[in-house]
């Protein structure tokens, strides 16, 4: 039960924003709604903080595919915005068999709400996590053996993409809470058979939580105070990034003496540094510890061609480690105009069907080997095509009058690490 100076949903909107002031333009705000208790709570408040401050707001709800009753539970929703006179979107995924369902369900779910918000012009998405969701997080990873930043509580806002943020106003209200605001607004929520399928681990947490009584704030609180914790540190290696990586046209290079120097007087400084460096390119979750260590084994010994790590490329060549994009990981072309990879934006002559995508092995139309980009990373770089001709491949040599935006910012990293957390 909420304690009695816990925030009501509309005070936890009004401060997630007043936090953020200067970070957050003024514009449509987005709401994903399943239509459990939990999101139900965030669309009534958001409707409320949107009238308030007078601004347009939108609600979604995303159909994973995964349950036949799922399609018109999303129908259900549109009925609730509808009455509500909040315009509504449903997003319908088809997502394929195998291992690691609700993990690639919560991926492919950020990347439609994403899409969406973007076709809408939506600058901000507001998402219906809880003080319940913080713990069994934390404990969920405390299974796994984690790190500081993997306990630290899942944040409240974060940048993605060219969105300007995501937002998780109820990180300090309990579900308890929430639903009962929802019934006070005479509305029931709608039961996903999923969160008592025990099959899940995060059901097995929550269960187990509550048997224990552990689910009130104690156990938030200790995330919270890890997540201050990360935050310094990241702050930290804010300031010293460009100390010691480079940039060079969508690459990060660091160089094998300040590899030597980390090494020596601070090694986890190190791993921190290179985690960042590869989610700024390769925008997919932290790797996990095993993979840290080939990572770091290869930087401080470089052997081989290289090795393969969270959608980049690691190469050693001289006295410079260079982090790059893999070409396998480059997602599909998409229209000219749009950011492409969620780092690239090219600019220049437009007409219909033009697209940008993944140079590959039209890399041998362009005069590439004048420039300084090594031939295993610019096969990943941005080209404009009409169809399947090329037309442009700027970083390359090959510009048609078109230029070429790149967003590398390992700072970002840090700040996007909340989609990660479910």
């Known amino acids: 039960m909420a304690a009695s100076d816990d925030p009501t949903p509309e005070a936890a909107i009004e401060q997630l924003f007043r936090a953020r002031s200067d970070d957050v333009r003024i514009g449509p705000v987005g709401v994903a709604v399943s239509g459990g208790g939990d999101s139900l709570a965030l669309l009534i408040a958001a409707r409320a903080f949107a009238a308030r401050h007078d601004l347009p707001i939108w609600a979604a709800t995303v159909d994973h595919g995964l349950r036949p009753e799922a399609a018109e539970e999303a129908r259900q929703v549109a009925q609730i915005c509808a009455a509500r006179g909040v315009p509504h979107d449903i997003l319908t995924l088809r997502l394929p068999d195998g291992s690691g369902l609700q993990a690639r369900a919560r991926a492919a779910r950020y990347d439609a709400l994403g899409s969406w918000a973007k076709s809408r012009g939506i600058a901000r998405v507001l998402v219906g996590h809880t003080r319940d969701d913080v713990v069994e997080s934390l404990v969920m990873r405390l299974r796994r053996g984690v790190g500081l930043d993997g306990l630290a509580e899942m944040p409240d806002w974060w940048t993605d993409s060219d969105l300007q943020g995501w937002g998780r106003p109820f990180l300090t209200l309990s579900r308890t809470c929430l639903h009962r605001y929802v019934a006070d607004h005479g509305l029931d929520p709608i039961a996903d058979p999923s969160n008592d399928d025990t099959r899940f681990e995060r059901v097995e947490v929550r269960k187990a939580l509550a048997t224990l009584g552990w689910t009130d704030g104690a156990l938030a609180r200790s995330a919270r105070h890890l997540a201050r914790a990360a935050q310094s540190i990241d702050a930290r290696l804010d300031a010293i990034f460009d100390d010691h990586f480079t940039h060079e046209t969508g690459d990060l290079l660091i160089s094998r003496g300040s590899i030597e120097d980390l090494v020596r007087a601070e090694p986890d400084t190190l791993r921190r540094l290179a985690i960042a460096a590869i989610g700024a390119i390769g925008d997919r979750p932290p790797p996990r510890e095993p993979e840290q260590t080939r990572l770091l084994d290869f930087m401080r010994a470089p052997r081989g061609g290289g090795i393969t790590l969270a959608g980049c490329r690691i190469v050693a060549k001289h006295d410079m480690i260079r982090i790059f994009r893999e070409l396998a990981a480059c997602p599909p072309r998409v229209a000219l105009g749009t950011?492409?990879?969620?780092?690239?934006?090219?600019?220049?002559?437009?007409?219909?069907?033009?697209?940008?995508?993944?140079?590959?092995?039209?890399?041998?139309?362009?005069?590439?080997?004048?420039?300084?980009?090594?031939?295993?990373?610019?096969?990943?770089?941005p080209a404009v095509r009409s169809g399947d001709t090329l037309i442009a491949a700027p970083t390359v040599g090959l510009s048609g009058d078109y230029t070429v935006d790149v967003r590398c910012d390992p700072r970002a990293a840090f700040r996007r690490r909340g989609r990660f957390f479910n």
């Open 339 to 381: 950011w492409w990879d969620n780092r690239w934006y090219v600019t220049g002559p437009d007409a219909p069907g033009l697209t940008i995508g993944a140079l590959g092995v039209d890399i041998d139309l362009t005069p590439w080997r004048d420039g300084p980009i090594p031939r295993a990373s610019a096969l990943a770089h």
